[in-house]
């Protein structure tokens, strides 16, 4: 019979044979066959079997995907154990090799027995096949009700006004995510963060964590590094432009950016500066990175006693944030940046972690190219940040810490040395920050050599800078807060006493001294021997 241009047969099986052979010379199908006989005596056992094999045959019949309708009546019609057990054998499907074996067998109740465990096994992998399919219908129709749910949803806060605005900014995430050149596994994150961004209300309390996540993931430089050039000639001249003295640092630097021109992938020593406050530290971590002409940053880690401010927070935590480390590349704004860790001997320990535990993952090149941070919860590659730490005295540093860097020692200057750093960038720069010009405010040599000698005994220049400052501001220094015996060169220390009796208004540049200890003859000789050594500045400017 025909259904639209689908045609379906149905055959009827008469008698059982065995084909001996096929005869040739015909133009159709011809064997010579010997007739099977079989027994078909029905007792009440062979027909309960055929009532319960014909309603196997109908819930297979409900398994099929399009079953013809002819088959069912076909089926009740059968009252021959044979025929019905031969006709159920066309339409379950089970394996060629089961079916012969059904085929040969010499009674009606074996037959049916072995057909009945066919067709069991065949219906057991229909209904798994069914709950498949039907599983995969569920999903789809999920799937496809929540698309048209979100649909809706689209259209209502279209008509409301509200669709516009965030589907642009979920626009430009997108965009933002396919330009930011992430690795593989940032950028799965990130788009899994947007899917859950597109599904959740703007009144929800986890979305804007959710944006400012996806904001800090697309603004990181994943990929962007400058490109770096390193002129050992340049570097020695900017070297010596900067800083005077510290011949021994600056040939140090000048190999270590020797070692990276020839070899850039190669894993260089992380430098640290020790030296007392005021020699330069952080200037010359400056001047790197204006040799290398690369982007410079400075984190400062004293008084962090907290993991994560090297870490970062958990995005659990309500406010949480990155740590230090990749604001500072986020700052910075490429890979690749100059990163100085000021004050790395202030480290400090508490109940939130150690700080310096989670320097060693920063600091060690075969750790630092997948640093995790608590926050991105995404690898982030370190290697190419060139990191220079500072401190002040060595014993202080971790010693895990200490043991990843190279200690650089710089003791101070002598008293030439800080005349010429005064003349050369202190003054000029006190100058200018007072608005002053050269004609307005000149500052001879013996003027700052008794400032360095007679108010500022420290190894560094910072102090000597500040007391050109007040200088600059208002032309009065003080008594001397360092002074010496006229027949010794041992030195004492005074602490100036400001005082408001007659004898002290006779002149500001001159204020009472005023020892801590009672001041015995020797003292006072002392003390007006220098004040009769105190330089006589220049006038203020009119």
């Not at 019979?1 to 099986?13: K, Q």
């Not at 309390?205 to 959710?210: I, K, T």
């Not at 600091?363 to 290697?383: G, I, M």
Request: aromatic fraction near 6%.
């Amino acid at each position: 019979m025909t259904s639209g241009e689908t045609h379906y047969v149905i055959c009827r099986g008469l008698r059982r044979f065995r084909v001996d052979e096929f005869l040739t010379g015909f133009p159709y199908l011809v064997a010579r066959i010997t007739e099977i006989g079989i027994s078909e005596a029905i007792t009440p056992d062979i027909e309960a079997r055929m009532h319960l094999l014909k309603m196997r045959a109908r819930d297979a019949l409900g398994l099929l995907p399009h079953p013809p309708a002819e088959i069912g009546p076909a089926i009740d019609s059968l009252d021959s154990p044979t025929m019905l057990a031969d006709f159920i054998a066309g339409i379950i499907d089970i394996p060629v090799s089961e079916s012969r074996i059904c085929w040969r067998r010499s009674t009606s109740r074996c037959c049916s027995t072995s057909y009945w465990g066919c067709s069991r096994s065949g219906s057991r992998c229909w209904n798994s096949q069914r709950r498949s399919a039907n599983k995969t219908q569920q999903t789809l129709s999920s799937q496809q009700r929540e698309h048209i749910l979100r649909e809706q949803l689209r259209q209502i806060q279209k008509e409301l006004g509200d669709d516009d605005v965030k589907s642009i900014e979920l626009k430009e995430l997108a965009e933002r995510i396919d330009k930011a050149g992430m690795p593989r596994d940032a950028e799965e994150q990130a788009r899994r963060e947007l899917r859950r961004l597109e599904r959740m209300p703007e009144m929800a309390a986890e979305y804007g964590m959710v944006r400012s996540y996806l904001d800090w993931l697309v603004e990181l430089p994943w990929s962007k590094l400058d490109p770096e050039r390193i002129d050992i000639a340049e570097a020695r001249r900017i070297l010596d432009e900067d800083h005077h003295g510290l011949e021994k640092v600056k040939r140090r630097i000048v190999e270590y950016l020797a070692v990276r021109k020839l070899n850039p992938d190669g894993k260089s020593p992380i430098l640290c500066f020790v030296g007392p406050p005021g020699v330069g530290k952080t200037s010359l971590g400056q001047s790197i990175a204006r040799a290398t002409d690369r982007k410079f940053v400075r984190l400062s880690l004293g008084g962090v006693h907290d993991e994560s401010e090297i870490r970062g927070h958990r995005r659990t935590y309500i406010g949480a944030l990155p740590g230090n480390i990749v604001q500072s590349i986020h700052k910075a704004g490429t890979r690749n940046p100059v990163m100085m860790l000021d004050e790395m001997d202030k480290l400090g320990a508490g109940f939130h972690g150690d700080p310096a535990a989670a320097l060693l993952e920063v600091l060690d090149p075969e750790q630092n190219a997948t640093f995790r941070d608590n926050y991105l919860a995404v690898p982030f590659d370190l290697s190419k940040v060139l990191f220079i730490g500072t401190a002040n005295v060595v014993d202080n540093i971790p010693t895990a810490v200490r043991d990843r860097m190279e200690m650089i020692e710089m003791p101070g200057y002598i008293e030439d040395e800080k005349l010429a750093i005064a003349r050369r960038y202190l003054v000029k720069r006190q100058l200018a920050s007072a608005g002053l010009t050269e004609k307005q405010c000149q500052i001879s040599d013996d003027v700052l050599r008794a400032i360095i000698r007679d108010y500022t005994r420290e190894a560094g220049v910072r102090n000597l800078e500040r007391r050109i400052g007040a200088i600059a501001v208002t032309p009065r220094c003080g008594s001397p807060r360092v002074t010496r015996r006229a027949s010794s060169s041992r030195w004492r220390t005074f602490r100036p006493y400001w005082g408001r009796s007659a004898s002290s208004r006779r002149s500001p540049c001159a204020p009472a001294c005023r020892a801590s200890r009672p001041v015995s003859p020797g003292r006072r000789r002392a003390a007006i021997f220098c004040s009769s050594r105190r330089p006589a500045f220049p006038a203020e400017a009119s």
